[in-house]
């Protein structure tokens, strides 16, 4: 199976610009769907950004479009969300995960594999 770990995350002011990286191990990622979901204290996991096997559909949560854009290097087994335009609202715990599927999804529990997090912090 895959085994997915998250970077990236850190300290940023509102406006400020962030990527998070998703490196995969354990399987070539380019057979699976990928997603970004964020859960913010005393809420619920959330879906940002998905992009599927071969990387020519992507789909975003409509808080995130044109800021935020999803994309993924299957040469180096991993994926990217470059976040841009940041805000105060997007403060979150950032978790990567993977489906071995050719679809992506908004739902999280499509998602059997899921790396552990990275913190981002947008300050106002």
């Known amino acids: 199976q895959v085994q997915l770990v998250e970077s990236g995350g850190g300290l940023v002011q509102a406006g400020g610009s962030l990527r998070l990286s998703c490196a995969a191990s354990?399987?070539?990622?380019?057979?699976?769907?990928m997603g970004w979901f964020r859960q913010a204290p005393g809420k619920g996991r959330e879906f940002v950004a998905t992009?599927?096997?071969?990387?020519?559909?992507?789909h975003y949560a409509d808080s995130v479009k044109g800021r935020f854009a999803i994309s993924r290097d299957d040469g180096k087994n991993t994926m990217y969300l470059q976040m841009n335009t940041l805000k105060p609202a997007d403060t979150a715990v950032y978790y990567c995960?993977?489906?071995?599927?050719?679809?992506?999804?908004?739902?999280?529990?499509?998602?059997?594999?899921w790396g552990q997090g990275t913190q981002v912090t947008v300050t106002s």
């Open positions: 995960a993977g489906r071995q599927s050719v679809a992506w999804s908004v739902r999280n529990y499509d998602y059997p594999y």
């Open positions: 992009i599927g096997s071969s990387g020519a559909s992507t």
């Open positions: 354990g399987r070539a990622l380019n057979s699976y769907a």
